[in-house]
């Protein structure tokens, strides 16, 4: 079975460590915030001016003044900093952040990713993405492996419009996780119940089949 | 004589000077941290014309999609423009020119406007439509494309607490844009909730120091919540 949303932000949240700091995209990457396991220290980077995020607020809470990067009141965690827009991409420019996890259209065997925009419809901008892909070193992308009409979105070139060049090394989608390695999507995990052969007919670009593709464990 | 003081106390004062197809810098990330006073006193004004550098472009009826009402810019220079429909028309029918910045170019674009540093070489947008037509350098095996700096000839900003000479508080999230902002403009206009009197604030405590700042007016703020997300008890 493909992995729920849920399932998803799960198995992204096996990928942070203890100490990390994570910037997490709008969607899916954010919903791995739910899934920090209690014994490890994760502190959440908006790219808007805030390292240390926590939850939504309780009504009475709420307060204008602090939003996260898609505009929503949020709260901060105890050792929370704030600071502007240009220390914050320095930080994210910089390879400060330990983890980027955020959404695509598209993402191909050269680790380019395509997030921000289909010509022909509404342009609504990059936001922060091409900073946060151009910056960090460790890179999930999370998607879905195939358009609802069945099109794999991991192809040998992206079509649309790119957000980075070169840059992305780890996919995540909701039938596999791959590493992208000298031009070539590496299977790494399935997702439960998911066959290898599916995962290869949803995959247009190069893939590498190891041997043994274990199950993730969601 | 006023000396340091930058205190000003019409709207109308605040802006006084600006004109038709002007540039103006503006603090905000959405409706948080933005100067909507000074927004509303440009649609008062109906200064035409204007090329505004900003993350956002405001809402329907709220921020800078003030300004769209009456078509009053001519460019805008931003991250992200969603969430506005008059701007999407605008946009699509060719009167609004766009120019899709990534945001932490953008950032930096108003730091070193007010840094004096004309332009600066980033990794942000190589090999995207960001990079196209943009000169490209490699340093250390990696490609960086060669952005330029931006000022305006206004800056339009909200800061949270100042004391008269305008040394500036900002407060949470809605500090975003805002210093480099008023750091970019040759006249920088910041709007605050509270003025206190010179010696009343730490220096330590300081986030942008007055030097930055040429006008300063205290407002009341309605402080629209774009996403208001809340957990139960």
Known sequence: MALTREQLAQRVAQEFQDGYYVNLGIGIPTLAANYIPDDMQVMLQSENGLLGMGPFPLDEEVDADLVNAGKQTVTMVKGASLFCSAQSFAMIRG????????????????????????????????????????????????????????????????????????????????????????????????????????????????LRVPDYVPEMSV | MSGFDKVVTSYEEALDGLEDNMTIIAGGFGLCGIPENLIKEIKRKGTKGLTIASNNAGVDGKGLGLLLEDKQIKKMIASYVGENALFEAQMMSGELEVELTPQGTLAEKMRAGGAGIPAFYTATGYGTPVGEGKEVREFNGRHYILEEALSGDFAIAKAWKADRYGNLMFRKTARNFNPMAITAGKISVVEVEEIVEVGQLDPDEIHLPGIYVNRLIQGTFEKTIEQRTVRKA
Do not use: W
């Open chain 1, 95 to 206: 390879g400060h952040v330990d983890l980027t996890v955020l959404g695509a259209f598209e993402v191909d065997c050269q680790g380019n990713i395509a997030s921000y925009m289909i010509p022909g419809k509404l342009i609504k901008g990059m936001g922060g993405a091409m900073d946060l892909v151009a910056g960090a070193d460790n890179i999930i992308v999370t998607m879905t492996h195939a358009s609802k009409s069945g099109q794999s979105k991991l192809l040998s070139q992206c079509t649309l419009p790119l957000t980075g060049k070169n840059c992305i090394k780890r996919v995540l989608t909701d039938l596999a996780l791959m590493d992208i390695e000298g031009g070539k999507f590496i299977l790494r995990e399935r997702a439960p119940g998911v066959s290898v052969d599916e995962i290869i007919n949803l995959t247009s670009g190069d």
